[in-house]
């Protein structure tokens, strides 16, 4: 276990049996937490440590214990059509009730080529990618948003009125990867704050304002401000549409309007709403033709002509497979700062971290 | 009709009137002729000049003149199911498959709760917010995208292989307008480099590249060079998404692939692809119930503290809503040398300009 950007590299099945543990301990049933453990250890092997054990794991486990989080699960549907569902989370985890979303809008879509599912009264469901690739082994095309606690003004304004409200595309290809575009309507996530704060460690130029609306490179100023939208008034305009579809389209918070206006706030539910969606291949082209173009497709972006000093071009989504591949055979590097915390987590669950820090 | 901005104002009905009987001595029967001429004027009066009559007339009378677009319409549908359906435009004018399909998928999600209908081998279709503000009376969400012409490098590439590939979202609110969200994956439209070009106007940094890639404000320098994308490779990643549903799931052009690869073009198809969705609100909630939800929502986001020196906030479309009650009133500026440019296309096809150059 070579230490690697000031972290030790853990092999993943480790961290993920450790962290299927600490959920189960906290009241989570057995199928539940493997799930949950899952989402966020595939997070951290794609290298989107943002949306990993490595930042969430403590958030999720003070607001389990806070009770603002239900462990067990206790969802149901509100309303239903051919193509939709709206489901009630009942608070729940996010992951539970994204799981059970996005396995309903695939089997629509099986029936009437797309369908759309959304979660009221949920919580934070992990990395958007991690939904919209499940429509990927069906032959399908994945989506999935969610909106968040506010973080980003609207264009001219001074307070935080709108969350990074991310959203995830994933599409199918053949010999190639799948296409897996998964992005915050931010400059950068604020996960990515979080873990540079964590790390003492300055922004960079562009990424956020303080609370007085002036750029800062400062993480902790970052924190307390505003989160800059890609574009301009362009990010946030997709910014406030997924808050109108995810927030008020599914009768959950939207805006300003969470019970708990701060991350840290462990006791009252987050409310967020989430949507996903699943567009049959096959409906519109067979499968094999479809993965033939897509194959095509990727190929000649990869050919393009490229920039000084550039050697490759990337598809989205394709640094992630080959993070997840180089982490799966050498393990997932957790800073050390955060090996501490799990040590200390450990040791008050009963359930010690299974890593010696040495 | 005074001068504005070095244009003449000029009532939207004399243009519509004109522009419609344009189209039909073209060929194109008196319904769709109505149609396209009702989607480019709605442009202009909604400020969207790039997308109105002021840029594009010339150009679809040229390609309807070349034989490059079919005028009349002879589209079928290649696949369909309960919320999809697969339309071949056959090289119809944009407009009027892009008419059909929009109000396909409103009938399939007022049954089903949501469709996505797709064309292949379609033109320039206008503005993407025309079609998706055509489910806000049926009190549905609308949505729309299209792929284009190469215009933007991949990511770290030097060679134009994604279109501006442009997406709209129109969500229906109370008693406040719509949220009517419409832009392209790039800082600024082809158009708009395109009305510089007429204008002689440099542009502002940060829009475009030359040929080369270096940033450039020429705007004849851009038209052969690279247009920048939102927030760098997440605009990338959005245009490239937006391709692969418009372009490669339809079975018409993507990427490079176009028959025609330059806009000057006026003989070979366009080829592009088109999507639109439809989301049935009550499948989700009461209509007034969500409507009461995103007035409130809107009214929240309007009373956000403001930064220095900006006296409103401003709701995507809002802006649009305001211009076209502007220009219904006062007339819609036409730029100088667009009026010699139509003045001559009315003595060419025998149907004059009806404003006199004073």
Not at 79 to 95: F, H, V
Not at 144 to 152: D, E, G, Q, R, Y
Request: neutral net charge; proline residues 6%.
């Amino acid at each position: 276990m070579a230490g690697v950007d000031g972290g030790i590299l853990i092999p993943a099945e480790t961290l993920r049996g450790w962290t299927r543990r600490v959920f189960e301990r906290l009241g989570v049933g057995e199928e539940d937490a493997a799930l949950v453990a899952d989402s966020l250890i595939e997070a951290n092997l794609r290298g989107v440590d943002t949306h990993g054990i490595t930042r969430v794991l403590g958030a999720y486990v003070r607001r389990l214990q806070g009770g603002a989080v239900n462990p067990r699960t206790a969802f149901t549907i509100l309303r239903e059509s051919a193509s939709t569902a709206l489901i009630d989370a009942r608070n729940s985890l996010g992951q539970v009730t994204a799981n059970h979303a996005m396995r309903l809008a695939i089997s629509k879509a099986h029936t009437t080529g797309v369908a759309f599912v959304a979660t009221a009264h949920a919580n934070h469901y992990g990395a958007a990618a991690y939904w919209a690739m499940m429509a990927l082994p069906e032959g399908m095309i994945g989506f999935s948003a969610t909106n968040a606690l506010p973080t980003v003004a609207p264009a001219g304004g001074l307070t935080p009125m709108l969350g990074t409200n991310p959203f995830a595309v994933a599409i199918p290809a053949g010999h190639e990867q799948p296409m897996v575009l998964d992005l915050a309507t931010t400059v950068v996530a604020r996960g990515r704050i979080v873990l540079h704060a964590k790390q003492n460690k300055p922004l960079q130029p562009g990424w956020a304002y303080d609370a007085a609306g002036r750029p800062t490179l400062d993480p902790q100023a970052a924190l307390q401000g505003l989160l800059a939208p890609i574009g301009g008034y362009k990010g946030y305009g997709i910014s406030l549409a997924v808050d109108m579809l995810c927030g008020v389209l599914t009768g959950s918070s939207f805006g300003t309007r969470f019970p708990s206006a701060r991350g840290d706030n462990v006791r009252d539910p987050r409310d967020v709403g989430s949507l996903f969606a699943a567009i049959n291949v096959a409906s519109f082209m067979d499968l094999p033709e479809f993965q033939a173009r897509m194959d095509a497709a990727i190929r000649e972006i990869k050919a393009c002509e490229k920039a000084e000093g550039v050697t490759r071009i990337y598809i989205p989504g394709e640094i992630e497979f080959e993070t997840k591949a180089k982490r799966l055979a050498e393990g997932i590097p957790i800073p050390e700062v955060v090996v501490e915390e799990f040590q200390a987590l450990g040791r008050e669950l009963a359930l010690p971290f299974p890593v010696a820090w040495t």
